[in-house]
Nanobody, 114 residues
């Protein structure tokens, strides 16, 4: 059974930082491309960042420079370091694993507010 479990979300003030984690089980993690997506209230889900099995990364152009995606294959975990957070970053953040099949986590809420 495949499980993706996100953690690390919460309430943070504008300008603050958070690090999200996505812990995977039931898959050969190193063989999967992984990604972070987010969905704000009333908006469509959008790509935040992706990282391939080989470590190549891609970012939404509006987020590059503030967010950093990484993975630790030994820990079956992917991370998203988020810096200089803005109120518009408020959303539910989801992790995705893709190879021949696609899997999603349940999401973690990030709220940026003073």
């Amino acid at each position: 059974q495949v499980q993706l479990v996100e953690s690390g979300g919460g309430l943070v003030q504008p300008g603050g930082s958070l690090r999200l984690s996505c812990s995977a089980s039931g898959i050969i993690f190193s063989q999967y491309s992984m990604g972070w997506y987010r969905q704000a209230p009333g908006k469509q889900r959008e790509m935040v960042a992706t990282i391939s099995s080989g470590g190549s990364t891609a970012y939404a152009s509006s987020l590059k420079g503030r967010f950093t995606i990484s993975r630790d294959n030994a820990k079956n975990t992917m991370y998203l370091q988020m810096n200089s957070l803005k109120p518009e970053d408020t959303a539910v953040y989801y992790c995705e694993a893709v190879r021949r099949s696609e899997y999603w986590g349940q999401g973690t809420q990030v709220t940026v507010s003073s």
